[in-house]
């Protein structure tokens, strides 16, 4: 067996090449990948090296710095995942690099330019300890006024020192930052941890408030967004709509975006279509099966139903038995599937073909549109997900248009016509896709 073999590599080489072999070969989880990061040096010549270094030591930092309200709540691969002990190295390192919070690396230069935590020296070991001091005033903000939250980590009842709670919150940091700084032309770079902290305190205050009086569906509706980028991003505007309600002088440009493009309104009204569209599908579905396939023994079912849904429908039946038959446990997101079915697209596809685009022919495509009505109905059907936007709530309302006339109002499609497009604002009448 050949071995290829090193000897006297100075240790930051060694380092890097576990890491290298590690993340391009054989993967191992992020959070190691960190840890052994934040042991490069953080003078390191490449600017990326020492900001990856920087990052990762900073949170390793936090997790044993004396005042830090997440001391002894960072999960790395020594220790057993608990509520407490729930933030991973990974995700927290992604909170402070995805902000710029040190710095960024500029493409042209390939030198860094320096974040609202960087010192004002450019000594990275300064750096290091002003973010640290920083991000754990920051942070103990919300730990030190609302410590029964706090101490839930992401235990039921729990979101700020959760993964995504602290994201959100990072990301907010960054906001309200850029914010005082155009609104009082200061710079944070120029500031000392304590001057940082007393400038967004005003605007943290308003959001501490809110969460002291929060309900536990207040609650749930930051955690139940999801973990995604997107989610955390969307639970940072309600964080910045919450601060604007209590202070309209806090106004930025996205955050206005963020509010114009909501429709409470339209979300109830979104509700009612959906369920009157889910009424008129199930009703069609239904019929044109019984008259394709019978209803002696069931046939309709099992010919016209795959099994995967039918066995699906038994489940939630003999779950939740409160009377209603077997296909009345049929959902929404059934439908396309169904729809699809064998020979049943024969049946359906001259009342369900509206496609979003032009050439778009195949079968999923035509029906992807119950699929997208779904995702919505997630939303209006769980307040907490709530509200839709203004696009979606247009989407719901044209799709019913479509669904009286051609479904329940049996009028033909054109073939090739563009009916759903997912251009939602302002979209044009259907028209004729070209050949």
Known sequence: MPVLAYENLPLSQEIQLFVDINTQQVKVPRNLVNEIISSLNINDPDPKKRLDALHAR?????????????RGRILTVAQDKDHVRCLTLTSFVD?????????????????????????????PGKTMEKSVVTISKYLALFADSLEEHWRLGDDKGGYLCTNNGVRAL???????????????????RSLEADDIIEHIRPYVDHLIEYFKAASGSDISAFRSRGSSLLSVDQNCFQMMAIIRDRDPSFETRE?????????????????????EINKIIFDDVVDQLQTKYGTIGDAWWERGVPKAIRIASYERYASENDGRKLHQF?????????????????????YYSFPPHKGRRGKPAQVAWIQ??????????????GPLTKDQVDYVRRAYQLVKTHIAGR???????????????????????AD
């Open 58 to 70: 900073i949170v390793i930092r936090l997790d044993e710095f004396p005042s830090s309200p997440i």
């Open 95 to 123: 909170g402070i690099s995805g902000n710029n919070l040190v710095g960024s690396v500029l493409r042209a230069s390939r030198e860094i330019d320096p974040g609202p935590l960087a010192h004002p020296s450019g000594d």
């Open 170 to 188: 990072l990301v907010l940091f960054r906001k309200v930052l850029a914010f005082v700084e155009a609104d009082q032309g200061i710079k944070a």
């Open 255 to 275: 955050l206005s975006e963020y509010i114009n493009k909501q429709d409470v309104e339209g979300t109830k009204e979104a509700e009612i279509l959906i369920n």
């Open 330 to 350: 049929l959902t929404l997101s059934n439908y396309p599937e169904i729809i699809q079915f064998q020979d049943n697209w024969e049946t359906f596809q001259d």
């Open 372 to 385: 997208k009505l779904n995702i919505i109905r997630n939303i209006t059907h769980h307040v907490e997900k």
């Open 411 to 433: 009028q033909k499609v054109t073939a090739g016509t563009v009916y759903l497009s997912d251009e939602l604002e302002g979209a044009p009448a259907p028209q004729e896709a």
